[in-house]
């Protein structure tokens, strides 16, 4: 039973415009979530995250929003660049600090 | 900072062999964790840490993943014995009490033939 599940397993863009990645959660105990990416042959790395008593955060090109009443999240790029093509993984925890959980990714390919 | 080390990157073993899998932390981080990224699953975690004691194990698919953390900058993933559906691409990831996220080494990618 995956608690976190993005359904998009690849997305493409084009570049200068709008990446939206998606990500669905059916645990509503969770109440801090994060975006990691990750490159070929590197591990994870934290790109943004959101707690729950927020519905937008927001870090230069990157913007997560948060709709708790769908359990649903989504991290938009704007304008995506060609360096942005990595795998993008949602997790979700129920404690800040706390084991997180993760989805199973969606691979981003930014065309220039 | 060194981040967090995994060794070995690659490992080609035949199926029944036992494998051991490294990982050493960031310094000062408390909590551990191990993960498995597979194509179908994403990244599942297999078991954590907190101040060197296992917390949360529910992850180990069998008896044959065992995990061990002696002290604070180090820990091993042991599979005994191996078969082929253990290939994957193996994380440790360390983090501290109250931070964002976690660190995560860049994996041990796992053959088992």
């Known amino acids: 039973d995956q608690q976190v599940k993005q359904n998009s397993p690849s997305l493409s863009v084009q570049e200068g415009r709008i990446s939206i990645l998606n990500c669905d959660y059916t645990?509503?105990?969770?109440?801090?979530f994060l975006w990691y990416k990750k490159y070929p042959a590197e591990g994870p790395t934290f790109l943004i995250s959101?707690?729950?008593?927020?519905d937008k955060n927001e870090d230069g090109r990157f913007t997560v929003f948060l709709n708790k009443s769908a359990k649903h999240l989504s991290l938009h790029i704007v304008p995506s660049q060609p360096g942005d093509s990595a795998v993008y993984f949602c997790?979700?925890?129920?404690?800040?600090?706390?084991?997180?959980?993760f989805g199973a990714g969606t691979i981003l390919r930014v065309k220039s | 900072d060194a981040g967090v080390i995994q060794s070995p990157r690659h490992e080609v073993t035949e199926m029944g062999q036992e494998v051991t899998l490294r990982c050493k932390p960031i310094?000062?981080?408390?909590?551990l964790f191990w993960y498995r990224q597979t194509m179908m699953r994403g990244l599942e975690l297999l078991i954590y840490?907190?101040?060197?004691?296992?917390?949360?194990d529910s992850g180990m698919p069998e008896d044959r993943f065992s995990a061990k953390m002696p002290n604070a900058s180090f820990s091993t993933l042991k599979i005994q014995p191996s078969e082929p559906r253990d290939s994957a691409v193996y994380f440790c990831?360390?983090?501290?009490?109250?931070?964002?996220?976690?660190?995560f080494g860049s994996g041990t990618r796992l053959t088992v033939v």
């Open positions: 645990n509503s105990m969770f109440d801090y």
């Open positions: 959101i707690s729950s008593i927020k």
């Open positions: 310094s000062g981080h408390n909590s």
């Open positions: 840490f907190n101040n060197n004691v296992p917390i949360d």
């Open positions: 990831a360390s983090s501290s009490t109250g931070s964002y996220g976690y660190t």
């Open positions: 997790a979700a925890s129920m404690e800040y600090g706390n084991k997180l959980v």
